[in-house]
């Protein structure tokens, strides 16, 4: 079993529950911490300095601002400078969030190895996700989670897409994004066009209104 895990997780509580069930794994030792900053810190002095890295990271996605300033604010961007930092690390995300395409993102583009959803069984599934982790390479997902990453839920989001998110941004109605595309030559340019593919990025993502669409592409990373 994993023998040194680094848990990355804003409350008290949460951390005390995950840590109680590690326990029960045999793991050595379990270290968490509350800043995504932090956590990149870490990871680095026990690989550089006390030259014994950790084998497993289990983060959220979601740290609240307490007023202490971090250059890493979400899990999605802890991930991201860590397996750049840590190609090798197995990486367990545990988090509330189930929206399909920062999954995808996550497993496709950042390699993590397991993702578990945030729910009444999330605990018994954190430990379950663990045990298949050491024992094989699969990666593991929650089954509510699963569908994000099936073939028929993947999408290619365009350098269109991410157009029309930040001309949302800029609060352009879809006339004036019409026009804006025009001058680019980039099409489908009409008016119906650009509502019905707003309207598919809104419901892909979870979003509830336009400015919400803006905000998650901002989490992401997208614009």
């Known amino acids: 079993m994993f023998q040194k895990v680094l848990i990355a997780e804003d409350m008290d509580f949460i951390n005390s ?3 109680s069930e590690l326990n029960k794994l045999g793991i050595a030792q379990i270290d968490y911490v509350q800043y995504c900053d932090e956590a990149l810190l870490k990871l680095k002095c026990a690989k550089l300095l006390d030259k014994e890295p950790y084998d497993l990271l289990i983060s959220d996605l979601s740290f609240d601002k307490d007023g202490i300033p971090q250059k890493i604010t979400s899990g999605v961007e802890l991930v991201k400078e860590v397996r750049k930092e840590f190609p ?4 367990v995300v545990f988090s509330i969030e189930d929206k399909t395409y920062t999954i995808q993102t996550l497993f496709n583009e950042h390699k993590i190895n397991g993702y578990v959803w945030k729910s009444r069984e999330g605990l ?3 430990k379950q996700s663990l045990q298949q982790l ?3 390479e699969r ?3 929650s089954r509510h989670c699963a569908k994000a990453i099936s073939k028929s839920e993947a999408i290619e989001i365009a350098d269109y897409d991410i157009f029309l998110i930040e001309c949302l941004s800029k609060g352009y109605l879809q006339e004036q994004i019409s026009e804006e595309l025009k001058t ?3 099409s489908p340019t009409s008016v119906s066009a650009i509502e019905k593919r707003l309207k598919f990025l809104k419901e892909h993502f979870n979003a ?3 400015a919400h669409l803006v905000s998650i592409a ?3 990373g997208l614009i």
């Open 124 to 126: 018994r599934e954190l």
């Open 134 to 136: 050491y024992n094989s």
């Open 218 to 220: 901002k989490d992401l």
């Open 208 to 210: 509830n209104n336009p």
């Open 88 to 91: 090798t690390l197995k990486i």
């Open 17 to 19: 529950g995950i840590k």
């Open 139 to 141: 990666t593991y997902i």
């Open 184 to 186: 680019k030559n980039w």
